[in-house]
């Protein structure tokens, strides 16, 4: 396949490099014949992204602080001056004070409480309503979550902000359901990636989970973005306000394999 997206316009909210789940949906995307938009956050971060981008064919890169609205304003606003209408929206953006994703969650701070909330669930609220403003032909939202059901070793008050954006990605879904747009997170569990090597012990979590899972590997960034995809595309047309797990299995069972108790 090589036309799930043509025709459709996604903006990418997330990219940190070429490991980034944000970026292994950008590919795909690109791939199934998608126009893409990147966003980034300062000059460092758009160095990055401007090769990746390039590579897929995207000129249109934007800044866009999510924890500042008139920087998310003025971000939309350039966007708008290239594209009269938008198709979908990737969100993969968390952030949580490294210091505190080990240890215990109740020595969590109010401060990092407060910070991790707003840029790893609010912001999600704060982008799908400027968002929604140019899905005039309807269209799709995606969010990234994980560790929101049960306790993850070091994962802390980010599992809690994700069980936040996961009862948003409902919410959403029921509010903007009506205008023809569809709400939904993908679940994939452990990677490798930036924002994962900042947890305490997640090299511990990775092996554990592919070791146990009943596929017995991690999920792969072609595994998360095609399922990115198929939730963009038209086949996905009656999909909302669902949370897609992509883990290879490990979030039905109990407990390890009998190999590894």
Not at 10 to 22: C, D, T, Y
Not at 36 to 65: H, I
Not at 147 to 156: A, E
Request: net charge negative; glycine share 10%.
């Amino acid at each position: 396949m090589a036309d799930l997206l043509t025709g459709k316009r996604a903006l990418i909210m997330g990219v940190a490099n070429e490991r980034s789940i944000a970026w292994g949906i950008a590919k795909t995307f690109a791939a199934e014949g998608a126009e893409l938009a990147f966003s980034y956050q300062g000059e460092a971060f758009g160095k990055r992204v401007e090769p990746l981008a390039a590579s897929l064919g995207s000129d249109l890169l934007v800044d866009m602080d999510v924890t500042d609205d008139a920087a998310l304003d003025a971000g939309f606003a350039a966007l708008w001056q290239r594209w009269d209408r938008i198709d979908i929206l990737v969100h993969a953006i968390a952030y949580s004070d490294k210091s505190e994703l080990q240890g215990r969650f109740i020595d969590t701070s109010r401060a990092n409480f407060k910070t991790s909330l707003d840029i790893s669930c609010y912001s999600f609220i704060e982008v799908a309503r400027r968002a929604r403003e140019k899905m005039t032909e309807g269209g799709t939202m995606l969010t990234m979550t994980y560790g929101s059901n049960r306790v993850t070793p070091f994962y802390n008050v980010m599992g809690v902000a994700k069980a936040a954006l996961e009862a948003s990605v409902r919410y959403l879904a029921n509010d903007l359901g009506p205008e023809g747009i569809r709400v939904n997170a993908i679940s994939p569990g452990p990677m490798k990636t930036l924002a994962g090597a900042a947890i305490g012990g997640a090299r511990k979590t990775y092996r554990h989970t592919e070791a146990n899972a009943p596929l017995r590997h991690n999920a792969t960034l072609e595994a998360v973005g095609g399922t990115a995809a198929y939730l963009a595309s038209d086949y996905g047309s009656c999909t909302t306000g669902e949370i897609v797990t992509v883990d290879s299995g490990f979030h039905v069972l109990g407990m390890p394999q009998s190999e590894n108790l």
